[in-house]
């Protein structure tokens, strides 16, 4: 006997919420998004600046594991896909820039005797590194990220290379990022080897390339929001906007989930909001991860001097650069080809982005454009001013460290997924979303076909 379709509520659409949405509508559920704001995608999000359509929140996505490249081969977009230039992204720290080392990992070295290494950390953090061949393995184990780099690779290392990389991708400081919170392939990674720079080595699949870790799409990320939006809608499932879940109710062994416009019934819920909404929703208290929020000001400009990348594809800024209060910027139309082409010669886009998890105020937003004027003329080393300035934009996102070490306790019939507790980043998001909708898929059609039990 065939099981019948489940009403499955999906609450929150952004990558986690659409992912999991589109998997369980193709497995053949009921499926309805309920999204809080005016459009789906959360932070992976666009606009027009300047008369281009760039990506305003996520602008790529990390190849490690291959889920997002799956997901997009899925959906039919594997022509879309694009590499960025192969040029690499800078680092800015109090003793001047230069180019990021190939091969790292999290700002990790795996090879301490590259010149690109010797030339960010001199011969004496290079001397300093060497160190990690020799300590025993129980220095810097079980702590941060931040303490097994400094105890096992030094200062320099910390300071200049992983702290500005885990800022600029996670927003967090290292020593805000427990190890045990790392992906699992990066946590075996380390497990099996005595020293962080072989773990480094091993993760990046030898790749010393610059740009190798990272891919998008023709077009920005956000044409992957569509596509689930549509991959949704084709399946038979819905998608609202503007429409803010206030509560979660039982009903027997269902549920009921209240937005202004009314109530919503559902066999099961899929939780994919952040760890405080999601609290609230369950009405008790969740272990959330660290939270703050980044400013992302994208900034399109004159300026032909920028057709040569002087920086590469960006920069990521150390803490202790005090001239400079962004703490990265991505040379988008240097990166990603189709922009350059959308834009044409002397035209740029830079994002320069501001906040770190822990950090004080962010900037006022009456201090912009001009601050990202200021840093991106000082981080790229020639003239902007307002005359250069073709158009501009600030965003304001919420942003999350490393994932919540598991799960809350979970009701029957509800699921969680998203940042909350996959961690930062689409490529730990959507696996996550892909495992718990074939769970929750093989769950309900076993309820379906047992009747009434839960679904946990
Ligand atoms: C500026 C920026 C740049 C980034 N760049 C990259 C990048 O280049 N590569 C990368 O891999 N990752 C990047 N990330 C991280 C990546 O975007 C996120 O990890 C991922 O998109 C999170 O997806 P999510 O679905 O878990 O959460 P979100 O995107 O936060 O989506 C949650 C959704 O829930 C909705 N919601 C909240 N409350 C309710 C409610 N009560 N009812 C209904 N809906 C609700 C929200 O409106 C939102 O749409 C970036 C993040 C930011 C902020």
Redesign the pocket.
Known sequence: MSTPPAAVVV?????????AAWELARAGHRVTV????P???????RARVGGLVV????????LAGGT?ATLIDDLGLTGATVTPRPTPAWVRHRSGAAPLPGGGWLGIPSRLGAPDLRRVIGWPGVLRAAADRVLPRRVGAGGSVGTAVRRRLGRRVLDRLVEPVIGG?Y?TPPTELPLERLAPRARDALARHRTLTAAAAEIRGGAAAPGAQ?A?LAGG?YTLVEALVAGVRTAGGTVRTD????SLQPNGDKWVLH?RDGATPADAVVL???AT?GG??LDRPVEAPATGE?L?CTLVVDCPALDAAPIGTGVLVASDVREVGAKAMTHATAKWEWLAAAAGPGRHVL?L?YGRVGDGELPGVAAFPRLALHDAADLLGVALDLDALVDWRL?R????GAAASGPPALPAGVAV????V????????VGH?RTTARRLDGVLGVRSATHGQGLR
Not at 397 to 400: F, I
């Open positions: 609450v929150g659409g952004g990558m986690g919420g659409l992912t309920l999204e809080a704001g459009a789906p995608g959360g932070t992976v999000s990506d305003v929140g996520a602008e790529s996505y990390a997002v991708v927003s990272v998008g990320m429409s803010p879940v206030t937005t994919a909001v952040p909404v609230r929703l980044v992302l994002r982005s965003d996102w919420p942003v999350g997924t998203g940042g909350w996959a961690g930062t980043g689409l490529a730990a998001v979303a």
